[in-house]
């Protein structure tokens, strides 16, 4: 079978090899893939930021969807032939989060599914939703998950509640989508315009272009008359954090996931303890919360953003298209 392999840290360093048919062990499952879905973690572990310590050679990427080949011993619920999806954070199935999950999320150090066949354990996989193909169903995993967390699992999103995402990748687009269905207010940012025009096809309440108005949380502000957003969907990083804070309303909750402008900054704490925020870090979510996100989607079916899909061949474009920035939604890869 054939599976990326990166050799040393960066994206010129991936490359596909042939390597042997994996063998699922106890509590194991062999996966055909059919589809993956790209998100920015993937390539600050290609490029070696995420974590510069991970061993290599190995094959990356985190999230897929396929069909089961084989199961190994003692796995119970699965068999040959199941349609599948992946499950991010392999080792958190419910209950708080531990520092230890950390060591079984998909894409390294745990394992990754950028190739043909992969062995995975048996808790690390999903059933696909009804209604929804392989291409679709990779979306989910890490996008979908982190922004039903923000939402739901700590932000306990109520009807008629204002929320605020920044940008337009694949958990801002995915929290816009979930938080339209449960009938809140949103509010999302972009540099452009014709992003902004594509969210509001996709139910954005208001769009703010950040470029054109650099203090946009004065605008948020304004468009909530005063009191800002309940949630804040925060993925900018340091660059970002101190405007979320103001345009988060008093008691309301900045959900933190990502750091795209950088994870050092001076940030006036001030919002914080005035107006009694709650800033909570968000590493995707457990089994369990997927679980509930499935049967969400199950009574309110929407359809995944998908900007480009890539052949398999052709992964190492589709992370440059990533690069850019220039997408909308999510970008897959397909088998």
Known sequence: ????????????????????????????????????????????VIRGQYNPNLRLPATPISDGAGVVSAVGPDVRGLRAGDAVMTHFVAGW??????????????????????AERVVLPAQALLPLPAGFDFQ????????????????????????????????TGGVSVFALQLAKAMNATVIITSSSDEKLARARELGADHTINYRTRPDWHREVLRLTGGRGADITVENGGAGT??????????????????????????????PVLMKRLRICGIMVDSRAAFERLCAFLAQHP?????????????????????????HVGKIVVAF
């Open 241 to 270: 954090l101190s405007q979320s804070l103001r345009a988060t309303r008093a008691g309301g909750v900045v959900a933190m996931l990502g750091a795209l402008t950088g994870l050092s900054a001076d940030v006036n704490l001030a």
């Open 1 to 44: 079978m054939r599976a990326y392999q990166l050799d040393r840290f960066a994206l010129d360093h991936l490359h596909l090899a042939d390597m042997p048919d994996p063998v699922p062990g106890p509590g194991e499952v062999a996966v055909d893939m059919r589809a993956l879905s790209l998100n920015y973690r993937d390539l600050l």
């Open 302 to 326: 929407l359809e995944p953003v998908i900007d480009r899909v890539f052949p398999f061949e052709q992964l190492p474009d589709a992370l440059r298209w990533m690069e850019t920035g220039r």
């Open 136 to 167: 679709q169903a990779a979306t989910l995993p890490i996008a979908a998950l982190t922004a039903w967390s923000a939402l739901v699992t700590e932000g306990n999103l109520q009807p008629g509640q204002v929320v605020l995402t920044l940008g």
């Open 93 to 114: 199935i419910d209950g708080p989060f531990r520092e230890q999950y950390v060591a079984t999320t998909l894409g390294l150090p745990a394992a990754g599914v950028a």
